[in-house]
């Protein structure tokens, strides 16, 4: 009852002051990462990401997310072929003068990183709205982002892809879409303090519109 590592309601753990700090420091740190070293994650290490995601809320408990590691070369080939397309289409179109650097590091993040992994979204529930199911998914995501950065692991997000392309290279249900595409390792670089743009107190009370 008077266990200090509890909070004496029930057997949730007491969230002491150091462990919010930690969290804090943990969404602070958790980065979009771009450059992997090769070597591979250890046994069993994805199936515990997707268990951590699977702790994400959900509407009426239903977990719409869907994972798919993507480990055939042919597989890979076929995403990376569809990342190509759009790179060169954006570049054609686009002067944001950055771009290139960017789109060859999530290249080179296809091409490096031990892991793929895909999320969808199984939209075969008709009772609950597509977006809510999308949500949950992407609230399942964010949890395996911060996870993973817990246990030292890096995910970089590659939104550059053709829907149809990858749901077919993948063979996935007809009812499954597609919601993002990540590159899993260990980071190649060490991790770089970000300035978010609403970070301080009075940027964030510019986020809150009040009525
Ligand atoms: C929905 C979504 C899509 C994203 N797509 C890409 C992407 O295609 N390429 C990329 O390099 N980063 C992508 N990112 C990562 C963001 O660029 C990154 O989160 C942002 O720059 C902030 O950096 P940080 O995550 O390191 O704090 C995406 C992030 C989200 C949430």
């Not at 057997?11 to 979009?32: I, K, M, T, V, Y």
């Not at 997707?50 to 993507?70: C, D, E, K, M, Y």
């Not at 993948?170 to 590159?183: A, E, I, N, S």
Request: proline share 6%.
């Amino acid at each position: 009852m008077n266990d200090p590592a509890r909070t004496g309601r029930t057997n949730e753990p007491a969230f002491d002051a150091a462990f919010r700090a930690q969290l804090h420091s943990l969404f602070a740190w958790r980065r979009d990462v771009r450059r992997f070293r090769p070597d591979p994650l250890g046994e069993g290490i994805v199936e515990r990401l997707v268990q951590a995601a699977s702790l994400a809320p959900a509407v009426g408990l239903i977990q719409p997310w869907r994972f798919v590691t993507v480990d055939s070369s042919v597989r890979r080939g076929a995403i990376i072929a569809s990342f190509k397309r759009m790179a060169i289409d954006t570049l054609a179109r686009n002067v944001r003068t950055d771009l290139g650097t960017v789109l060859h590091l999530e290249l080179a993040a296809l091409r490096e990183a031990p892991v793929h992994l895909a999320a969808f979204c199984d939209l075969s529930t008709t009772e609950v709205s597509p977006t809510m199911l999308e949500v949950a998914t992407a609230m399942a995501v964010n949890t395996l982002w911060l996870d993973a950065h817990a246990y030292g692991i890096g995910v970089g997000w590659i939104s550059m892809l053709e829907p149809d392309a990858l749901t077919q290279a993948l063979d996935v249900p007809k009812d499954w879409r597609y919601v993002g595409y990540f590159c899993i390792g260990y980071p190649a670089d060490e991790p770089t303090e970000v300035q978010h743009e609403f970070e301080t107190q009075e940027e964030t009370a510019a986020q809150i519109l009040r009525r």
